[in-house]
């Protein structure tokens, strides 16, 4: 029941907002992550944020650029993207856990969405 949007075709050096919601109100007791998978590459993680949002973990090519955030009372995981490169562009999900600490690896989250296309122009 997650459901990711916000994506777009965007300029290199331009943002963007990834939302993640739910369609029952759990976000509050789950870990959330972000994960990308570019044509042709594997799927790669992105971002995790534990379930109060307390800590938050970020891949290295994206550290300092991107922002993961929560709105517990909105059911809703952010993901906000600055400085876009093209090498960011690729289809985005969003993944729910019950591990109550960020997680990186994607086979420890149980449940997807169906993913949101990111394009970067040069």
């Known amino acids: 029941q997650l459901q990711a949007s916000g994506g777009g075709l965007v300029q290199a050096g331009g943002s963007l907002r990834l939302s993640c919601s739910a369609s029952r109100g759990t976000f509050s007791s789950i870990t959330v992550g972000w994960f990308r998978q570019a044509p042709g590459k594997e799927r790669e993680f992105v971002a995790s944020?534990?379930?109060?949002?307390?800590?938050?973990e970020y891949a290295d090519s994206v550290k300092v650029r991107f922002t993961i955030s929560r709105d517990n009372a909105k059911d809703t995981v952010y993901l906000q993207m600055n400085s876009l490169k093209a090498e960011d562009t690729a289809v985005y999900y969003c993944?729910?856990?019950?591990?109550?600490?960020?997680?990186?690896?994607?086979?420890?989250?149980?449940?997807w969405g169906q993913g949101t296309l990111v394009t970067v122009s040069s």
């Open positions: 944020t534990s379930w109060s949002g307390s800590s938050t």
């Open positions: 993944a729910a856990t019950g591990y109550p600490q960020t997680v990186v690896a994607a086979r420890l989250y149980p449940y």
